[in-house]
């Protein structure tokens, strides 16, 4: 008896998924090939982001280290302030306005330097952007 009523328990679970997932795709104001390109853009983004900041990490670990043997100055080097990183670090929301692929794009194209990236006027969650917030740059082994 037990055996049956969790196997109808997983079924009806796998049925209500799958029906979720299909109605929140529909509902979703993104069309199928722009999801795959944004998916492609989110990768190669990430990539490219993982690489520049080891390169960076590299230099001024590089040159800190040297000017503690050496006992000189460091160089000056540009890196993004806290509230830089957390706003390219919030949660992501979808605007039919403004379309942006990540919040690292969202930032770069902000109109003013003082200008907040947080949530405006027409920003919505959509269940089917949820990749979006979902970076591989956290989940690799390396880091």
Sequence with gaps: MFPVLGWIL???VIIVLLIFTSV???LSPVS???????????????QILKSKATE?????????VKCFFEGSRPKEYNTPSI????????L???????????????YVNRKEKTH?????????VIPILGFVDSTGINSTPEL
Excluded: M, P, V
């Design 116 to 124: 907040s990236i947080r949530s405006t006027e027409g920003d919505t």
């Design 92 to 106: 992501y929301t979808f605007n039919l306005k403004d379309q942006y692929y990540s919040l690292l794009h969202k």
């Design 24 to 26: 929140s795709r529909c």
């Design 32 to 46: 199928f090939l722009q999801l795959k390109f944004w998916k492609i853009y989110l990768e190669q983004e990430q």
């Design 56 to 64: 960076h990490a590299t230099e001024l670990a590089k040159e800190n």
């Design 83 to 90: 509230k830089e990183w957390q706003q390219i670090s919030s």
């Design 10 to 12: 997983i079924a009806l």
